[in-house]
């Protein structure tokens, strides 16, 4: 399999995106906990676990491969956060980052050579284990939910 992104628009519509960036505002004031990859930011783990599952046969169509949830992870970027390059942990070999809000700045997010611009609601697919980051320092407050899928044995 030689898959590495891609970009799918209108994943949520912008009214649940919405609601979700909201929610995970409110989450912020309630014992969420600074997030050690992106200092500044704030983090949870299993936030959004409900939407693994009904997402999981877009993931397995876009990578041509049946996909097992493995977990969510939300994040709430500051202005000036810096997203370095990495890749994720084995047991996450595939992502989809999903913006649920952001500000009228781009922030160009990277995998590989491939840079994509967030629109609400949209996502990009993309291989974990292949180095991607976000250019440059946030522009301003960007919130994203990470969706984790591992290939099904």
């Known amino acids: 399999m030689n898959f590495q992104s891609l970009q799918v628009h ?7 995106a919405a609601e979700l960036a909201a929610r995970l505002r ?68 595939y992502g989809v980052s999903l913006c649920l809000a952001r500000g009228p700045h781009n922030w160009p997010f990277k995998v590989g ?13 993309y291989d974990g284990l292949l180095r991607h980051y976000r250019r440059g320092k946030a522009p301003g407050e960007q919130v994203q939910v990470f969706l984790h899928y591992a290939r099904k044995a």
């Open 10 to 16: 209108d994943i949520f519509s912008r009214q649940l």
């Open 26 to 93: 409110v989450m912020s004031t309630k014992g969420w906990h600074e997030d050690e990859d992106v200092p500044g930011s704030f983090a949870k783990l299993r936030a959004f676990d409900e939407y693994l599952e009904p997402l999981s046969s877009l993931v397995a169509q876009a990578l041509d491969c049946d996909v097992v949830p493995v977990r969510s992870y939300a994040r709430i970027y500051v202005k000036d956060s810096v997203l370095r390059p990495h890749v994720d942990k084995d047991e996450i070999p």
């Open 113 to 125: 050579e491939q840079e994509y611009i967030d629109r609400v609601g949209s996502g990009i697919i």
